[in-house]
């Protein structure tokens, strides 16, 4: 929104009307050496300008800030409601969102309508104080003509002297009046750019080392920040090269946390997490990330090609390398099927694809990355059985030879783990294997317990879903 008051400055771009042509530098010197009283007088009046842009400095930054504000929470209303539009619509809360916008746009038309406000009543006021300035001046002068030591030509000479100082003054103050809306929204964003990251590359770093893959976990505990409770607690355990971990537990028991430590986007609160036997505190960033790749629970979806959603894996592979990394995930079929093929153009949220189609994008995308430390963060949730069942063999492909830790509800592959950790209440209650555990019968052997009373039965997806030559899928019915 721009305020244009009577003269031409505006709230965001200050704009002054072209002044009058400038005398000469000769007349201007003359005007202040014929009556010195009077150029006193003037310079001493000026600082009103200045005085009064100031006093309504503060007035208008407050609205430009508060309107950019609401200006921030319109668009949070408008992208949370396009976002979350099957909700929206299911719920029958169009009315409800209406609402919503409505109480932001008059909040964002208030703070607009403030900010107008004050700026009109700056242009009103210095127009008072410049001819209260100029009548000073024209009094006194008037008061010298009558004593007999100023010509009328004088003053009248003077007063032209008066239209050229005052308007570069006033223009000054409105400029700093406009700087000072300006920066209401420069500090939301040196607030961005002044945000510290929650970790920091090391004072002193290690030199870069080839990456073994050994993981270790020495009396970790981690709180998030703001919060009154540990979501880790005196974690200790080993991954040795190539092995498979697998981390279970209740919801909430604290498994993914451990991913969010390994890949250090966070680091320990006590203890001490190491790869190859170096404390991540001490590893760059950068190779710490290039040396661990992360599988993350949600499934991240770049806009822009399939390509290019694979090839970020590692930048500049080849498109032979694209390709055998997509048959390795088991993506290559069904991206080729595309019309646009690897060049289909997708999006967070796309219902172009199935979950389990861009999931297997994703594992493609980790195939890409030679790390030798792979965290896989629920690889398979959000899946239904069958698109589960396929992930599995490119999981399979993309655990080999790599250091894995996986944190999973699903325990189709705890067969296959070295070891298997059981959290719960962010401690760490049971280790083993998945034959010597379920042995225990302890809180593994409960995750691990089918339903009662179940039937399995063999359902040919092509029969009942007409996909033809799929696996099959098993039912639990």
């Not at 697998?246 to 909430?252: A, C, D, E, K, Y």
């Not at 080849?318 to 997509?326: R, V, W």
Request: charged share 20%; with cysteine; net charge negative.
């Amino acid at each position: 929104m721009t305020w244009r008051p009577s003269n031409s400055w505006s709230y965001r771009g200050w704009s002054a009307p072209s002044p009058p042509p400038s005398p000469p530098s000769s007349t201007r010197a003359a005007a202040l050496w014929l009556r010195w009283d009077l150029a006193l007088v003037t310079f001493l009046l000026a600082p009103l300008f200045l005085v009064t842009a100031r006093r309504f400095a503060g007035r208008i930054k407050e609205s430009a800030q508060d309107e950019r504000a609401a200006d921030g929470a319109i668009t949070s209303v408008v992208e949370e409601s396009l976002g979350n539009i099957v909700l929206t619509q299911a719920y029958n809360r169009r009315g409800a969102e209406e609402k919503r916008l409505d109480r932001e746009a008059r909040a964002w038309m208030r703070a607009s309508v403030r900010g107008a406000r004050a700026s009109e009543m700056y242009e009103q006021v210095v127009e008072v104080v410049e001819t209260l300035c100029v009548l000073a001046v024209i009094g006194l002068g008037a008061w010298e003509i009558s004593q007999g030591r100023m010509t009328l030509g004088q003053l009248l000479a003077f007063a032209a002297f008066l239209g050229y100082l005052y308007p570069p003054i006033r223009n000054l103050g409105q400029l700093g009046l406009t700087l000072t809306a300006a920066t209401a929204g420069a500090a939301r964003l040196q607030e961005i750019l002044d945000a510290k990251p929650a970790v920091t590359d090391p004072a002193a770093p290690v030199a870069p080392w080839p990456v073994r893959g050994w993981v270790s976990f020495h009396g970790a505990s981690f709180r998030y920040p703001g919060s009154g409770r540990e979501s880790l607690h005196d974690v200790t355990f080993t991954a040795g090269p190539g092995e498979l971990v697998l981390v279970t537990g209740p919801s909430g028991a604290g498994k993914s946390t451990l991913s969010k430590l390994l890949t250090r986007f966070y680091d320990p609160t006590a203890g001490a997490i190491c790869l190859d036997g170096v404390p991540l505190s001490d590893v760059p960033l950068e190779f710490l990330r290039e040396n661990v790749a992360l599988l993350p629970q949600e499934t991240l979806i770049l806009h822009g090609t399939i390509r290019e959603n694979i090839e970020c894996g590692r930048p500049g592979a080849t498109d032979t390398e694209i390709e055998s990394a997509a048959r390795d995930a088991a993506a290559h079929d069904f991206i080729a099927a595309l019309p646009d093929g690897y060049d289909t153009e997708i999006a967070p949220g796309t219902a172009a694809l199935s979950g389990g189609q861009l999931q297997r994008i994703a594992i493609a995308r980790a195939m890409l990355r030679p790390a030798p430390v792979l965290v896989l963060d629920e690889p398979t949730a959000g899946l239904d059985a069958l698109a589960a069942r396929r992930v599995v063999l490119p999981l399979r492909r993309l655990m080999s030879g790599r250091t894995t830790i996986m944190i999973t509800h699903d325990l189709s592959l705890a067969p296959d783990a070295d070891s298997i950790l059981v959290v719960d209440g962010g401690r760490l209650v049971e280790t083993g294997t998945h034959t010597e555990l379920i042995a225990r019968g302890g809180a593994y052997a409960r995750l691990a317990a089918p339903l009662p009373e179940t039937v399995t039965e063999t359902v040919s997806v092509a029969e009942t879903m007409s996909v033809p030559g799929e696996d099959t899928l098993m039912l639990r019915l």
